[in-house]
């Protein structure tokens, strides 16, 4: 089998038209148009990293810079991403595999002169869920009422890691990042040393002192990405030509089309044969997406494959085609149709798009 760069893109954002001309956008219109941070200095709480083969780490804006083609286009797009790592090539480096273990929210192409330079893939990054320091835990806890069991806690805690220093020693030696996994087991050690409820007493200055400082971070709960160098796989794992990917989409909608008219579901039917049509029709730049393919050169097969899997989309949430329910024979033939379509149209959004960089 012939080697290949492993796909990991999806698609560009609907409606994204700034990223277009982005010589002529404000990074701030991108930012706020995506709801995530590109630049070290935003005022966005998410980020975006790039990351090389040795694992160097650079902001978005520093890495696009350094393209050589002043033409490079990023888009980003959300996922589904695959979370089966069965397939994976034992080739690939192990950041890559782990990347894939952990799924993600977002997906990225970059073109350059209208073609594809690079790939990559994307990895969601677990926000920091307290932005406190050592030197601010130590303060904090000394300054409580109970704060010399609060340091024979944090010694029988911290125990060997110690390493002979004292305990504010320690934690002035830890990093934010560090002090992630210490404040979790800090936040344990309070029903031993300050135990609430069931007839103690409450203090209330010191709750409110305590609420306070263990606030979360304001960005706890925002998505942060890094992007990761994608290297050679083998083709079975990773991706099928435009005609096996046609083939496979054809037959799950037909599949599902056919299920979804026996259940006497009319809208689903008509929606399934519409997008069957989208196979054979004419593609037209009547949405960002098609416009954007077509613009970049994309083969008219391709855009038909992408314009189809678009359309056979319906996994969501309320009112979705996974909102359904069926019971008996009909339950299990529901769930086998629905995750047929689902990866025939997942392999259909890579073969379309990745047809840019053959």
Not at 186 to 195: G, R, Y
Not at 228 to 242: M, R, Y
Request: proline residues 5%; charged residues 25%.
């Amino acid at each position: 089998m012939r080697p290949l760069d492993v796909c990991t893109t999806l698609l560009v954002t609907t409606g994204n038209r700034a990223l277009r001309e982005p010589t002529r956008i404000r990074w701030e219109d991108i930012e706020e148009f995506m709801s995530i941070a590109l630049r070290p200095e935003s005022r966005l709480y998410s980020r975006v990293t790039m990351r090389d083969e040795q694992g160097g780490r650079r902001s978005f804006q520093e890495w696009l810079a350094s393209q050589a083609s002043p033409q490079a286009r990023l888009w980003f797009a959300p996922g589904p991403w695959e979370t089966d790592t069965a397939g994976a090539s034992e080739e690939l480096p192990t950041h890559i595999r782990e990347g894939f273990a952990g799924g993600g929210g977002m997906g990225l192409l970059l073109f350059t002169d209208g073609r594809r330079s690079e790939r990559f893939m994307p990895r969601e990054v677990q926000p920091r869920l307290y932005e406190i320091t050592g030197r601010q835990l130590y303060e904090f806890y000394r300054g409580r009422k109970r704060a010399e069991a609060w340091e024979e806690a944090l010694k029988r805690e911290l125990g060997p890691e110690l390493g002979g220093r004292s305990v504010r020693a320690f934690l002035e030696s830890r990093s934010v990042d560090d002090m992630q996994e210490i404040m979790q087991r800090f936040m344990s050690l309070v029903v031993e040393v300050e135990p609430v409820g069931n007839g103690h007493e409450v203090d209330t200055d010191e709750t409110v002192k305590w609420n306070t400082f263990v606030a979360a971070a304001p960005g706890s709960n925002s998505l942060s990405f890094e992007y990761l160098p994608v290297g050679s796989g083998d083709a079975a794992a990773t991706e099928q030509g435009l005609s096996a990917c046609r083939s496979s989409l054809a037959s799950a909608l037909e599949a599902v089309r056919a299920f979804a008219e026996r259940q006497g579901l009319k809208y689903w039917s008509k929606h399934f044969r519409r997008c069957l049509l989208r196979l054979s029709l004419e593609p037209q730049p009547l949405e960002d997406l098609l416009e954007l393919l077509l613009i970049n050169g994309l083969p008219v097969p391709a855009v038909q494959l992408v314009n189809a899997a678009m359309a056979a989309d319906v996994f969501g949430g309320m009112g979705s085609w996974n909102d359904l329910a069926f019971d008996g024979p009909d339950a299990k033939q529901y769930e086998h149709l629905s995750n047929q379509l689902l990866q025939a149209m997942k392999a259909a959004f890579r073969a379309g798009i990745n047809s840019s960089a053959t």
